[in-house]
Structures are given as C-alpha cells and as structure tokens.
C-alpha cells in the first residue's frame, strides 16, 4: 500500500467535506486484518480472534484482529446499514481516513493536528456521509467522535507497542499455521500469524508475571487467548459466504 | 415422484453400521428418507482396524460430531502417518508415509530433485515435508489454539473402534435421528422381482428401499442370501491371519503419532498407539507360518518396544480372513459396506476409508425409483472395484519393492505371477520417471501419486531419470532450492513450537480446541 498523501483538517478548505461511516469493499474496508490496541482488546476478543502478525518495518509482530481468512477478505462486510456485521468495530477501522500528524509551531513545541487523506474513498463532496464542520465552521459532533477516537488510539499506541516487545521477548508468541476445510470441501491455509503461546505463560517465574501485571499485559494478553474461539465466527461467516 | 420418505436398513451395529448410518442420516431430512439400524443384541461386532486416513475429519464435522468429545470419547490419539520398518532389508531401516503431501507438491515434483541430488542426501520423506521431523521428535500435527478438525500438519487418528461405534450410536440416535432395532434376523422376505422386501426377525418385518448389509464377514444379506462370489486375492497379498494383543501403558507415557509397522519373517506387525493402551498384532499368512510360530516375533516384538514382559499376561486373539472382495458390491437393493463387501489386511488402513467412501458415494446417488437403483447399482459397483484394486496394487507395492531374503514369504511375494499386470506397468513406467500428477487419472483415486512416491522413494525405487529434461528448467530447480528451504525453515519452528503428542490430547480433552469450526 502506499503511504497516504496527508493534509492537515482545516475548516475553510475542508468545510464542505463529507465523510461516509458506511463499510465496504468500494471504500477500501475489505481488509484481511487491522492493528489492534490492548484497550480495546477487552470488547473485541468476543468477535474477532486477536493474533500478532508482522507489520511493516516492525521488529516484532503486532496485535492484529483477523477480519478474513485469506487476503483483501473482511468478513464483516455485509449489506445492513452500517455495512459491518460485527457488534464492536476495531479503531483503526473506525477511524477512515484519518491520521494524527505532528506540528512544530513556532516555538519549537511539537502538538498533534489531525490531518486525512484527501484520496480516500470515503471522503466526498457530495450530500451524502456526515459534516466535519457546522455552517459556522465549528466541529460537527462526528468530528468530535473522531477527535475523541484519535485520541484514544493516540494514547493507546505506547502500551501496545511495549506490550508487543515484552510479548517477542519474553518469546510468548508461538507461530500459528493451519489449513481448514469449508463445507465445500475447499482447503484453506491461514499462514503468517502468531497466538499466544500458553506453555510459557504457563511457566513464567512469579516475578516475571507480576511485572507483566504491573504493566498491565496480563489482562490483554488473557483477552488476546480468549479471542480464539472467535475462530468459529470467521469459518461460520466464510462458509455462508462460499 | 413419490412423496413418502425411502426407508433404508441398515443390518450390523459395527463400526461400518454405524459409520453409514451417521454419514446418511447427517445428509438426509428424515422427511426424504428415514434411517433404520438392526443389530443382533447376540452377535458381537469386530472393530475394522483402529487407523483412519485424514477424510476421518472432513467425516466426523459432517456427521457433526465434536473434535473434543470424539477424542476422549473413543480414546483416540492423532495419526500423521505411518513408520516403516525392516520392510527393505529386515535390518531395523525406517521409513515414513506421512499424511502431509510433498511441500509445492501442485507445482514442483520434488521427487524428480531428491532423485537427482539436488535436495541433499537426507531420506526422502525428511526431504520433502517437515512432517517427518515432526513424526520423528513424536510432536502433535498441530497446537491447542488451531481449531477443531483444522490443522498445521495433516492427520487422521488412532481410535478405539468399540468406543467409536458406541459414540457414533449415541449420536445417530439421539441426535440424526436414526431409529435403533435390536433384533434377530432369522430370513429375508424377497419381491417377485428379488428385491428384498423385509428383514424378518423375532421383532417383525422390517421393510425397506435399500438395505444396507453391514453385517461383517459373514455378509448376510450379499453373501449369503444373494450368493454373490467372493473373488480371493490371496494369490497377490498372502497375509490371512493376524494375532493381535492389546497392551496398556502409563498415563504419562508418550503416544505415538505415526502407526508402526514393523516387518518380520512372513508379514508384519502393528502398533497403533492410544491413550490408554496400544493395540500391537502380528500380521502373517497361514501358508508360511503359524500362530505358535509367529507368537514368538510377537513376544519379542513387545519386549523390544517397551513391554519388557512381552507377550506374558496378555491374551493374543488369533484373527483369521480371507483377504479379497465380492465380485459386486451392489446387487438388487442391497449394499454392503464394510467387511462384508471385502477385507483386506490392514496395511496402510483401507477399511474404515473404504466405509467412509461407501456411504458417501450412497449418500450422493441416492437412487428415488427403483429404475434408477440399477443404474446407481452399476456405477458403484465400477468405482469400488477399482478402489479396490488401487488398494490392492498399492500394498502389493511394499512387498514387491522390499528386498529381503529370510524367507520364502518376503521371495514369493516378488514373484512376478503374483503382482497384478497393472502394477507391474506403472513401476516399469516409474523406473524412468517420477510418478505425479501424470497418474492421478481420476481425482478421488484412492492413493494420490505422493503416496507411490512416498513408499517408492522409502524403499530405495532407483529411477533413472536420463538427462535433464524440460520440466527441470533452471527454473524449476530454483524453485526446488527454494522450497527445501522452506520445509527446513518449517521443521525447525515446527519443533519448537508444537506440543508433544500426549500433552495436546490431554489439553484438547481438559480444554478443549480454541475454537469449532
């Protein structure tokens, strides 16, 4: 993928900017999988299973929710009205086409401004999507939700970052490669991903797990093994599609 | 169209009985067709072999029978394979037959590379999959968080046969709606036309469309009242015998995860590991040798493998057959599954696979008139016979390849008037070419060409191949290089990261898999 042009949000050139809160495949949702936050792990693990897969220039893999079972395959699409079928929908695809980008202002202070790609599928100039701006140029209550919703993932990037190095170093993530059979008979193979790998959980010296609890791992690292059964939800979602 | 549902009976309350009656009552809305099962409360069942092939699992999600629940309820343990040994030389040579395919089987034959060097001079199975280093270092297929019926390495199980018909009975009834008779069958009420009309038993008649003879080796319904022939192939596979022993073992003790079969001087014998005991016996044909001679092979069999008393406190079960098939399998409105539509010796487990088929294959065609029976009839009949004699070429191929010398057994079985003409053809064939895709010519055959190579290459085939020809292009050795890399990267995260065999089963039982699929 390449790297999105970004501009910084501004109430005059962006005035008339509508953003679509719909998902679908035309508006770039039909994604395989999406970085997840150990804030959110707690309301997702029962939907989604939440793996660790290596992202980009990443030294260690990264907390993912699996949307799909093969690439460019988001499961929860679907035709109701919001286009997503699942009860809780991750950050990242909550957010659409926004970002937080960094600004030095004149005193050499570094500030976050929220910025979106102008390419992005779900920005129009049209009648339909929500407003960003009132008609006295102050944030509609989407933007509010978006600010509040950038800030959070904001906020909650540290913690998982050094949740996901603790996971690599301590060696608790174990590979996680299988094939499955769908009703049809068709085999499939889910490569590149990692699980939890509950043996050493299992055998980590007292001090270790209170450290891991001091820092607040253990509760998503418990969430993380108990998404797995959300398995079931993905094949059952993949046979009614096939 | 006759808008009443069909009846089928099905006669014999074993493995095969029960196996059936799952696979088609999962298939059909008792609306369309109902199920009848009739077991004598008297005639005690055989269990057909405790090994299953991979279809098991694709099997059981069908019938809708939890990995969970099926693993503690029937003991079973997970088969990756099988482990020759002393078949080639009768020294204590291995080798493997893993379930997994060759890594890039679909677009690289790697049996063409390991041939000519290119893969290194490691045995062929460690070559070409890392299943073998997995088998090897006695490792599960898979982790506890893959889901169920899903897996990192391909397997079938090891099974409690008794338990799985009591769970597969259970199921049917309670949950598919199979209707259970326990009832003597004294006879067979017939139409004019020589269909049978009812089984009649102290219960009463039983009616149905088709009957399905399940019943064993006594075949009662194809064998003895229809009088179809039993075509004997003891002139290719000698072995109509075996004596089989089961042997427990400690909780804590590891499971095997490949069946054994380990050669002696006139057959073979298995081991098949499960949870709670191994069930071990010796395979041997009756012309060249006895129980009294071949109780001693077995003896030391088991004191050899972690049974230091051997055969002392155990009771061996001499089992005899006659290794073959009917001359048809579907005759008027009756079927037979199972042992009594043909056994052959358990190499390689054909048996409960074979049931597998059958019903599937009844389940698909099911005939709605009776004019459309006979056309069903024939084409099951052409399909199973060539199942059949794929079987029986392909175990023949373990003895043709071997080369002992100890005994007239292991000599008589490379005697070219036993070897079917078929087989013969194909290893001529193979001798200057790798067998593939090229001999598949139909999807469902029963041994896929990794299987031929497998055994060929395991027991030291020679293929002299010529010179290097178009197919390996520098291209395709690349890609060779390439995937061996992978299946070496894969063996290594492999062994670090599955659970040893015994620990997943009692994590899968305790737990359960991380999810259903």
Redesign the interface.
């Known amino acids: 993928m390449s790297q999105p042009q970004l501009s910084k949000l501004n109430s005059v050139q962006h005035a008339s900017l509508r953003v679509s809160r719909k998902y679908s495949e035309a508006l770039g949702d039909n994604v395989m999988t999406c970085l997840v936050f150990t804030t959110e792990m707690r309301t997702l693990q029962g939907t989604y299973p939440l793996l660790m897969q290596q992202i980009g220039g990443h030294s260690q893999p990264l907390p993912i929710a699996l949307l799909g079972l093969e690439n460019d395959e988001n499961l929860f699409l679907c035709a109701s009205e919001s286009g997503w079928a699942g009860e809780t929908v991750p950050m990242m695809m909550q957010k659409g086409p926004f970002y937080i980008a960094k600004e030095q202002d004149s005193t050499g202070a570094v500030r976050n401004v929220i910025a979106l790609d102008e390419d992005h599928p779900k920005l129009s100039l049209g009648s339909a999507g929500e407003r960003l701006f009132s008609e006295a140029g102050g944030h509609s209550p989407y933007l509010e939700r978006i600010i509040a919703l950038l800030e959070n993932i904001e906020a909650s990037h540290p913690h998982t970052m050094e949740f996901a190095t603790a996971l690599g170093e301590l060696e608790l993530i174990t590979p996680l490669d299988f094939k499955f059979t769908l009703n049809d008979g068709s085999v499939h193979t889910l490569t590149g991903f990692f699980g939890i790998d509950e043996d050493r959980l299992q055998n980590l010296p007292d001090n270790t797990l209170a450290a891991l609890q001091e820092k607040g791992y253990l509760l998503p690292l418990f969430m993380m093994i108990a998404s797995q059964s959300q398995f079931s939800r993905l094949m059952a979602l993949k046979n009614g599609k096939s | 169209m006759n808008p009443s549902p069909q009846h089928i009976v099905i006669l014999g309350g074993g493995t095969a009985g029960w196996l059936t009656a799952g696979i088609l009552a999962a298939e059909f809305d008792t609306s369309t067709v109902t199920v009848t099962l009739v077991e004598s409360p008297t005639v005690p069942t055989i269990g057909v072999g405790e090994g299953t092939w991979p279809s098991m ?2 099997t059981l ?1 069908k019938i809708g029978l939890s990995e969970r629940a099926f693993i503690e309820q029937c003991s079973a343990a997970l088969k990756q394979g099988t482990q020759f040994k002393s078949w080639l030389h009768g020294n204590g040579e291995t080798y493997y037959h893993p379930f997994t395919l060759p890594h890039g089987f679909a677009e690289v034959n790697l049996a063409d590379h390991w041939n000519r060097g290119h893969l290194g001079d490691q045995p062929f199975a460690c070559s070409v999959t890392p299943q073998f280093a997995v088998c090897e270092a006695g490792l599960a297929p ?6 169920e ?4 390495l ?1 397997y079938g199980y090891h099974l409690d046969a008794g338990k799985f018909a009591t769970m597969l009975s259970s199921h049917a009834t309670e949950q598919l709606g199979v209707r259970h008779v326990l009832a003597d069958v004294s006879g067979v009420a017939s139409h004019d036309n020589g269909d049978i009309a009812s089984l009649i038993t102290d219960q009463g008649p039983i009616e149905g469309d088709l009957f399905i003879d399940c019943s064993g080796f006594r075949s009662v319904l194809l064998g003895e009242h229809y009088g179809v022939p039993f075509v004997s192939q003891k002139h290719i596979l000698f072995n109509d015998s075996a004596l089989a022993v089961q042997v427990p073992y400690e909780p804590s003790t590891d499971i095997a995860t490949t069946t054994k079969s380990t050669a002696h001087h006139a057959g073979w014998i298995w081991d098949i590991g499960l949870q709670h005991r191994r069930g071990v016996g010796a395979v041997f044909s009756s012309d060249h040798a006895s129980a009294d001679t071949i109780e001693p092979s077995l003896d030391a069999y088991l004191r050899e493998t972690g049974h230091p008393s051997g055969l002392a406190e155990l009771e061996p079960r001499l089992i005899q057959f006659d290794p073959g098939y009917r001359k048809s399998f579907w005759h008027k409105n009756c079927v037979a599954v199972g042992l009594s539509a043909g056994f052959i010796e358990p190499l390689e487990a054909s048996a409960l696979v074979l049931v597998e088929l059958s019903a599937r294959s009844i389940a698909q065609q099911f005939p709605r008139t009776r004019q459309q029976m006979d056309t069903v009839a024939q084409r099951f009949n052409t399909e199973f016979l060539q199942r059949w004699e794929q079987i029986i070429e392909f175990l023949k191929l373990h003895y043709v390849l071997s080369k002992r010398e100890d005994s007239a057994y292991w000599r008589e079985h490379r005697d070219a008037a036993s070897v079917p003409s078929k087989l013969a053809e194909k290893l001529a064939d193979w001798r200057h070419r790798c067998p593939w895709h090229l001999d598949e010519r139909r999807v469902d055959e029963m041994f896929p060409s990794a299987s031929y190579q497998y055994v060929l290459y395991g027991m030291n085939f020679e293929s002299e191949l010529g010179d290097e020809n178009r197919r390996l292009s520098s291209r395709d050795r690349e890609r060779a290089l390439m995937l061996k890399d992978e299946i070496d990267a894969q063996s290594s ?1 492999y062994l670090q ?1 599955l ?1 040893r065999h015994r620990s997943l089963i009692s994590d899968a039982i305790a737990q359960g898999f ?4």
Not at chain 2, 142 to 147: A, E, G
Not at chain 2, 514 to 517: H, M
């Open positions: 699992r694709s999600l898979k982790q506890l968080s893959v889901p019926y899903a897996f990192t391909n995260r990261h659970p991380a999810a259903t699929t």
